[in-house]
């Protein structure tokens, strides 16, 4: 396969623009021109060619990768879901998930103290921040240290009891709200604790 022609994009830095034969263009980094010695005119073999595609595809990938971590942080896991539903090998998504964390872009220990904090700023509760750790894909094994780093959330319940039952000690009322701190994944140990101290007859 000969390449054609050989030229800058116009539309992104330090791309370049490989014209095949066949009419197909390839992107190409400087790198990638460096390493496989491409010019115009060049006459790739097929081995040459297939593993210039490779190269291309893999830093396409490893492009993409970067963007979506940096956007939006994720675990390992969810990364490579995100890598394999765009047609990414799975030797592939792992060599690129290791080449993130060696960068320190993909950290599972880090993403589960993200999401723990992020959860108990909301107002949620140990049950509900590990459902969502196991939803995000992160390691069981991450789950308890994530949750010791939080401080202590009896402020945060006494909060929402407080603005849900605005004084009042009717039992109706009092069991709406303790429902919807379950619902927010509270233990009923912290639920009851919190009840005593609005001052509520609590038997556990």
């Known amino acids: 396969m000969v390449i054609q022609e050989l030229k800058p994009s116009k539309r992104v830095r330090d791309r370049w623009l490989a014209v095949l034969e066949d009419g197909s263009i390839l992107r190409l980094s400087r790198n990638q021109i460096a390493d496989f010695a491409l010019y115009a005119g060049r006459e790739l073999s097929d081995e040459e060619a297939d593993r210039l595609v490779e190269a291309v595809e893999n830093e396409n990938f490893r492009s993409y990768a970067l963007r979506v971590v940096t956007d939006t942080p994720k ?9 394999e539903e765009k047609d990414c ?52 094994e991450l789950w308890d240290e994530a949750l ?14 407080e603005k849900k039952l605005k004084g009042s000690h009717d039992p109706k009322d009092i069991k709406r709200a303790s429902d919807a701190l379950a619902r927010r994944g509270f233990s009923w140990s912290e639920i009851s604790d919190a009840l005593r101290r609005y001052g509520m007859e609590v038997w556990d």
């Open 148 to 161: 010791d780093q939080l401080e202590d959330n009896s402020q945060a319940i006494d909060a929402f009891l």
């Open 75 to 83: 675990s390992r896991k969810m990364l490579l879901k995100i890598l």
């Open 89 to 140: 090998q799975p030797e592939q998504a792992e060599k690129i998930a290791d080449w993130l964390e060696e960068l320190g872009y993909l950290d599972d220990k880090r993403y589960a103290a993200e999401v723990a904090a992020f959860y108990t700023r909301k107002g949620y509760g140990a049950r509900k921040i590990r459902d969502e750790l196991y939803r995000r894909g992160v390691p069981r």
